[in-house]
């Protein structure tokens, strides 16, 4: 996919990452090596050759086996310099990365080691390269809710690292509902909070329901489904509360890229904003998401521009952050 000039230079907010999907083959491998452990495919080229998803769950299948090679702080650390370095040539000026600890805990790894690479990732990112982020912590909702309790107690001794939580992973079975008490504690504690209500499942419209107006987060993750019920729509658009969409994503698990729901969105109000999910799975970070919206949208750059103003909008960022940020997206609209 050609970038085009103006989706390259366009300053970028990405809110919908996880750490954990930008796990390249190269660096699966070059893990793998360092940890003494064997994988299952011999190269590179066989393991992308194995990202045949046709659905979520079959996405998480791979998603969740590759995540075996992460095992120390380094690790961890090499696996978001390489992102935070990818995006900074996007020109993402700020990121909100989600991760995973009960991938990690449940296998043995420890939510400091976790947490102390992501760390130091950010910080050298943000000194060498100018790109600044936060951190989401997201439970896995097809684990019970006492363990999701039990790692938000966990993370506590790095409030201060932590911007807000989320929850991901399989959600067939596994409504928001289920971690009402969980997502409580967590408004309780300071953090943050969004939710992943994915596209084209199951209950989806009751699920978006729930994370509105039970669980009342401040952002949802997908959400696109929304455009079924008209009331939820103008909810979304009255309270502020953004959609973060990931288009190529779409294409590999549900009939399509979802980007004729984004525009309808926008054109009603709501606040949706450009992502990348799952990159290294899904063959495309933020930029080449951006270019599809372009491509198949037929949308024009005030447009596109419109979308990276909604991530600034919706974000968590500091207010000067975002005002810089803006000036930026304004500065490139007004070359192009």
Request: proline fraction near 3%; charged fraction near 25%.
């Amino acid at each position: 996919m050609e970038i085009s000039t103006f989706v390259n230079d366009l300053p970028k907010v990405e809110l919908h990452l996880h750490i954990e999907g930008t796990l390249e083959p190269e660096l699966k491998f070059a893990l793998a090596e360092r940890n003494s452990i064997q994988l299952t495919h011999s190269t590179v080229e066989e393991v992308r050759a194995s990202y045949n998803f046709n659905d979520l769950a079959s996405f998480l299948t791979s998603y969740y086996d590759g995540m075996n090679v992460l095992r120390t702080a380094e690790d961890f650390y090499d696996l978001a310099m390489a992102y935070l370095t990818k995006a900074a040539s996007q020109n993402v000026r700020y990121v909100e990365m989600f991760f995973d600890p009960q991938a990690h805990t449940c296998r043995g790894v420890s939510f400091d080691t976790v947490i102390h690479g992501l760390r130091r990732a950010q910080l050298e990112a943000e000194k060498n390269l100018g790109i600044r982020s936060n951190l989401i912590m997201c439970f896995l909702r097809d684990f019970q809710a006492e363990y999701a309790m039990a790692t938000l107690l966990e993370s506590l001794p790095y409030k201060a690292w932590i911007l807000g939580v989320g929850l991901d992973s399989d959600e067939t079975g596994n409504a928001p509902a289920k971690f009402t008490e969980v997502f409580a504690r967590a408004r309780q504690e300071g953090y943050l909070l969004t939710m992943h209500c994915d596209v084209d499942i199951k209950d989806s419209i009751e699920h978006i329901r729930q994370v509105i107006e039970d669980i009342q987060v401040a952002r949802i993750d997908h959400g696109t489904n929304v455009l079924e019920n008209p009331a939820l729509v103008e909810v979304l658009a009255d309270k502020g509360i953004g959609l973060t969409s990931c288009p190529i994503s779409n294409t590999w698990v549900s009939d399509g890229s979802k980007i004729e729901l984004v525009t309808e969105l926008v054109s009603k109000g709501v606040k949706v904003c450009i992502n990348s999910d799952d990159p290294a799975y899904f063959g495309g970070y933020i930029a080449e998401n951006f270019q599809l919206v372009a491509d198949e949208g037929k949308v024009d750059n005030a447009f596109l521009a419109q979308l990276s103003r909604n991530a600034v909008d919706i974000s968590w960022a500091p207010l000067d952050l975002k005002a810089a940020i803006r000036a930026e997206i304004d500065e490139v609209l007004s070359r192009n």
